[in-house]
């Protein structure tokens, strides 16, 4: 052991840093002294400690907790009948999750029908799942199983039962399978709510076919919203979650599962250290649905939103950038019934502050049609109250609709905008009352702001445009300098934009 070693080694088991060239008397004093003042910091230290809460606790023993629930948690094979040359190409995927799919499904794996097979190919996958009463009921993902033709559990204890689908909801992800057991292990159920950011969490499950995998981890956030997903609150964490723990359950600390193990988001197809997990108390709210009537009623506005950013706020009035924008109000929806306009700014929705447009859904989607909820919106810069009676989410609530149109007009004006009459079978199209057809778009606020041509200019600055004549007239009626809204239908789909004047 060298010289630096032998000098730092005691010196650092008595908590100190001191030079090497000290000698024995002077080190020895120097230790008494400084192990006294240790001890009056650790006295410090425990009443510190019995005022308040440990910030931070040692690291946690997972064997008990995985004794006791993972013969709860099962894994789900799935077959699903396709045309040949109807599955998936997997030669773009990543080399790891092409592995995957080769080995345990797609096209050209061992469930594919070759010559002979009548033009069919049996496409396996894996997943998993958590069973949630003795009887056989097991909560899984949508994906695993929403399109299966053969569903299989396969038991900690190794036996295989054959399953069926007794619900599903793709909104959500989550779907409910039954096999024919009793005295089944059952998971503990906790409270999503409960949750803390920070705190440690457990996922058990199958990742590539791997039975019975434990990776553990922190909740690194709560409520994240997905572009692809509307209805789902997620947990975010940083437990390693790879294909095939689908489903699989999300375990706090005292062994009770607090989410559903559903997503990551990658750029390589495998673990990239950001994985989310459906609240088990949304989940176990669609179980309960799903198990009763095979379905799940879910609220609705009817209405089209869009997020509020800095530009809009200042438009709109806002003193920052909160709430979700009421882009378009679909005819005789609950948000019609209600009063609600496209310019409206929703702030509070059922006793919940909306901070970002897409918490807005959530909230909706969580009530049962024919619940009443009280909302708060910013209206002309003044809050109003209005009651809403929530319908039921319909299959397909936003319609495919087109447009048209041919380039025509007058010269760009201050906006950069040139613009025509629209002709009533291109406001039936996309539904819209009123508007101007915008032709062509020159550098300007129009086109920093995002129009486009073709897009249908449906108000201005909060005054709806009925004509070219009424369009030019709320131009010339516009600031020098600020920001005003325009609203806009491209495609059917309204949405707000702020044009910012004097830059």
């Known amino acids: 052991m060298g010289t630096v070693q032998k000098c730092l080694l005691p010196l650092l088991l008595a908590g100190l840093i001191a030079g090497c060239g000290q000698n024995q008397d002077d080190r020895n004093t120097e230790q008494s002294q400084d192990q006294g003042a240790a001890k009056a910091t650790v006295s410090d230290a425990r009443d510190n400690g019995a005022q308040g809460e440990k910030l931070v606790t040692g690291l946690p023993d997972f064997t008990a907790l995985v004794e006791k629930e993972a013969p709860a948690v099962v894994n789900i094979s799935t077959v699903t009948h396709r045309e040949a040359g109807q599955g998936p190409d997997t030669s773009q995927l990543p080399e790891m999750l092409r592995r995957f799919f080769d080995e345990f499904g797609g096209p050209g794996g061992p469930g594919s029908q070759g010559p002979g097979g009548g033009g069919r190919e049996d496409v396996e996958s894996l997943g998993s799942g958590f069973i949630i009463s003795s009887d056989g009921y097991v909560l899984t993902n949508y994906h695993v199983v929403g399109e299966a033709d053969e569903i299989v559990v396969r038991l900690q204890d190794r036996r295989e039962l054959d399953a069926e689908l007794i619900g599903s909801d793709p909104q959500s992800d989550l779907a409910l399978i039954k096999v024919d057991a009793a005295d089944l292990p059952v998971v503990d159920i906790g409270s ?194 209005l009651e809403v009676t929530v319908g039921e989410l319909p299959s397909d609530p936003q319609q495919a609709m087109n447009q048209g149109g041919e380039p025509a007009g007058p010269g760009a004006d201050r906006l950069g905008l040139t613009v025509r009459e629209a002709s009533p079978a291109e406001l039936s199209r996309v539904e819209a009352e009123t508007g101007v057809m915008v032709t062509a778009v020159k550098k300007g606020p129009a086109a920093t702001a995002g129009l486009r041509q073709g897009d249908l200019l449906v108000s201005l600055n909060g005054e709806d445009v009925k004509s070219p004549d009424d369009y030019r007239r709320l131009v010339g009626e516009l600031p020098e300098k600020g920001s005003v809204p325009a609203l806009i239908n491209r495609g059917g789909n309204a949405r707000f934009l702020a044009l910012k004047l004097g830059d």
């Not at 947990?235 to 359950?249: C, E, F, K, L, Y």
């Not at 062994?255 to 990658?266: E, R």
């Not at 920052?320 to 019934?337: C, I, N, T």
């Open 192 to 385: 999503s709510d409960d949750l803390k950011v920070g705190e440690w969490v457990l996922a058990i499950g199958a990742p590539f076919g791997f039975d019975s995998s434990v990776t553990a981890g922190i909740v690194s956030a709560k409520g994240r919203s997905l572009p692809t997903d509307n209805y789902v609150p997620f947990i975010q964490t940083d437990v390693a979650i790879n294909p095939g723990n689908s489903g699989g359950p999300l375990f706090n600390l005292k062994g009770q599962v607090v989410g559903i193990n559903s997503q990551i988001v990658s750029r390589s197809g495998g673990y990239m250290g950001l994985s989310f997990a459906i609240p088990i108390d949304l989940a176990m709210d669609v179980a309960d649905q799903l198990k009763e009537s095979g379905q799940v009623s879910r609220g609705w506005l009817g209405v089209l939103i869009q997020e509020v950013d800095r530009d809009l706020a200042e438009s709109f009035g806002l003193s920052k950038p909160m709430g979700a924008l009421v882009a378009q109000v679909q005819p005789g929806s609950p948000a019609a019934e209600a009063g609600l306009q496209p310019g409206d700014v929703i702030t509070h929705f059922d006793g919940h502050e909306i901070q970002r447009s897409a918490q807005l859904p959530k909230w909706v989607g969580a009530l049962k049609a024919g619940t009443e909820a009280e909302m708060t919106v910013v209206r002309n810069g003044d809050e109003k109250t």
